[in-house]
């Protein structure tokens, strides 16, 4: 889990707690199971119908992935840039064909880096690879910010349903005008609670859940796209039998200086 995901939306919740509690006794005005219903029924019943089920349900997957860890962060992909540099001191020395079934463990799974040694050991030209391994980055990027766009779309449309709420507490509460003392004043009440609360529900999932989880995921797949990008650079180098010391200072010159391993200082 991500930790710092967890406290963000737990200090958002929080501070919406404590500015109720500091300026009301009866909490329980806020709690509205119908004005609830409508943001969120509403918010999925026109996401649903805006976009396929599929990727509708995936996108809802990936709230919940809002709070897991990335799949690919700093040092991961520092690590994979340094297998590049091991693989080119293979090349360099035993071959491109050496380079056969010299990858390790979750590397056997990863798509990417799969093809891109196939690519170079069958001695395909620098430009096939990357127009190839480009092609399968930029799809496998576009598959997955889908989702993107439909919880973004959530994140509109909630708000918008709270207004719709607004509009039916307001109806209420105008037509309870119309009775006696008593009723009036009970149904103004009720009508002004489901007015203002749907409005708030609606822009608070928006703000916590929705926008957050889309803005997360979209930066994890331009990550990971930014890795993939860096593995085919350094497929490319390979298939240009660039030496190891260039393929370092390549790579490197991607990466943050600051996450750069300081190389030991030569004996005088």
């Known amino acids: 889990m991500s930790l710092y995901s967890i406290a963000g ?3 958002g919740i929080g501070l919406f707690i404590t500015a109720i509690a500091m300026n009301t006794d009866n909490a329980m005005l806020f709690l509205s199971v119908s004005s609830f219903l409508l943001v969120v029924g509403g918010t999925l019943a026109n996401a649903f119908l805006s976009f396929q089920g599929r990727y509708v349900v995936e996108a809802l997957r990936d709230i919940g992935r809002m709070f897991s860890h990335a799949r690919i962060n700093q040092n991961i992909y520092l690590a994979e840039s340094r297998r590049v540099i091991e693989w080119a001191t293979i090349a360099q020395k035993k071959g491109l064909l050496a380079l056969d079934d010299n990858l390790k463990g979750d590397e056997v799974r990863d798509r990417i880096l ?3 040694i196939e690519l170079v050991v069958d001695n395909h030209t620098p430009d096939a690879i990357r127009d190839l391994l480009g092609n399968m980055i ?3 990027y576009d598959r997955a910010t889908r989702q993107v766009d439909i919880l973004r779309n959530m994140a509109s449309t909630a708000p918008a349903f709270g207004m719709i709420g607004t509009l039916i507490g307001l109806i209420i509460m105008l037509d309870g005008m119309g009775g006696d ?3 009036a004043a009970a149904s103004l009440g009720q009508g002004l609670a489901v007015a203002l609360l749907t409005t708030l529900y609606g822009v608070a999932i928006a ?3 929705f926008q957050p989880a889309a803005d997360k995921n979209l930066q994890r797949e331009e990550i990971y796209r930014f890795r993939n ?4 650079e350094g497929f490319i180098m390979l298939a240009e039998q660039q030496t190891p010391r260039y393929i370092e200072a390549r790579i490197n010159s991607f990466l943050d200086p600051k996450h750069i391993p300081a190389k030991p200082k030569r004996s005088q």
């Not at 990008?229 to 085919?232: A, D, P």
């Open 9 to 11: 939306f737990l200090a």
């Open 114 to 116: 799969k093809t891109g």
């Open 138 to 140: 930029q799809s496998a």
């Open 181 to 183: 003392d008593a009723n």
């Open 207 to 209: 703000r916590l859940i």
């Open 229 to 232: 990008c860096l593995m085919m």
